[in-house]
C-alpha cells in the first residue's frame, strides 16, 4: 500500500514539475526567436545551433536541480540579480532583431546564439532555473529530483521538435510574412525581457527598501 501510495505522490509531482517548467521555460518564445535568428542559415547550421543550445541549458538545469540553493548562497546571488541580468541580455538580443537586416552569422557568432539568447536567459532563463531549484529542494527527495529531471527533458524535448520545424511552419507565411514576422517577434521578445527585469526589481524592491534609513 505504501508502494502505491509513493507511486501516486511521485506521479502527481512529476506532471507538476513536468507542467511548471515547462510553463515557465514558454518553449514558444524560444522557437519564437531561434526562427528570426537563423533565418538564412544552412539546415545543418541551424541543426548545430539547436543541439548547442539545449546540450548548454539542460547542463545548466541539471547543475541547479542537484545544487539548489547552494550556488546562490555561496556566491551571495539573488533571484531577483538572476531575473534583471537575464532581462538586460534579451534586450540588447530584441533591439539587434530589430534593427538588423538580413543579418548573416558567420560560424564564430553561431556559437554566441546557442548561448545568448537561445541557452540563456530563454531555454534555461532566472524562471526556470528558480522554479527548478525550487521544485528540487522539496521534501520529494530523490524521486523529486528525478521528476525535475523528466520536466527539464520534456520542456526541452518541446523546444527540440518546435526549433528543428519552426522554419518550414514560417515558410509558410511566404516572403512578405517573412519580414514582418521577425520584427513582430523582436517586439514580443522586448516584451518579455522588459517583464524579466520588472519582476526582478519587484522582487529586490522590499530588500532594497529595508537598507535605507528612513
Excluded: W
Aim: charged content about 10%; some cysteine; hydrophobic content about 55%.
Amino acid at each position: 500500500m505504501d508502494l502505491i501510495t509513493d507511486f501516486i505522490n511521485f506521479f502527481s509531482f512529476s506532471l507538476v514539475a513536468i507542467a511548471s517548467i515547462t510553463a515557465v521555460m514558454n518553449p514558444a518564445s524560444t522557437i519564437a526567436v531561434y526562427t528570426a535568428l537563423t533565418e538564412g542559415m544552412e539546415r545543418a547550421e541551424r541543426t548545430r545551433v539547436i543541439e548547442t543550445s539545449l546540450k548548454i541549458a539542460f547542463i545548466v538545469l541539471a547543475f541547479f536541480a542537484l545544487t539548489g540553493q547552494l550556488v546562490f548562497s555561496i556566491f551571495n546571488i539573488t533571484v531577483p540579480a538572476f531575473q534583471i541580468a537575464g532581462g538586460i541580455l534579451l534586450v540588447s538580443v530584441a533591439t539587434g532583431m530589430l534593427g538588423t537586416k538580413g543579418e548573416t552569422y558567420s560560424r564564430e557568432n553561431l556559437e554566441n546564439i546557442s548561448i545568448v539568447p537561445l541557452a540563456f536567459p530563454l531555454s534555461c532563463g532566472p524562471g526556470t532555473i528558480t522554479t527548478v531549484i525550487l521544485l528540487a529542494s522539496g521534501p520529494e527527495g530523490i524521486l523529486g529530483t528525478v521528476a525535475v529531471f523528466a520536466g527539464i527533458i520534456v520542456a526541452l524535448g518541446i523546444s527540440y521538435v518546435g526549433m528543428l520545424y519552426g522554419p518550414r511552419i514560417f515558410a509558410l507565411i511566404g516572403e512578405a510574412g517573412l519580414r514582418v514576422v521577425p520584427k513582430l517577434m523582436a517586439i514580443i521578445v522586448l516584451a518579455i525581457a522588459i517583464q524579466f527585469i520588472i519582476n526582478g526589481i519587484a522582487a529586490a524592491m522590499p530588500q532594497l527598501l529595508a537598507s535605507v534609513d528612513i
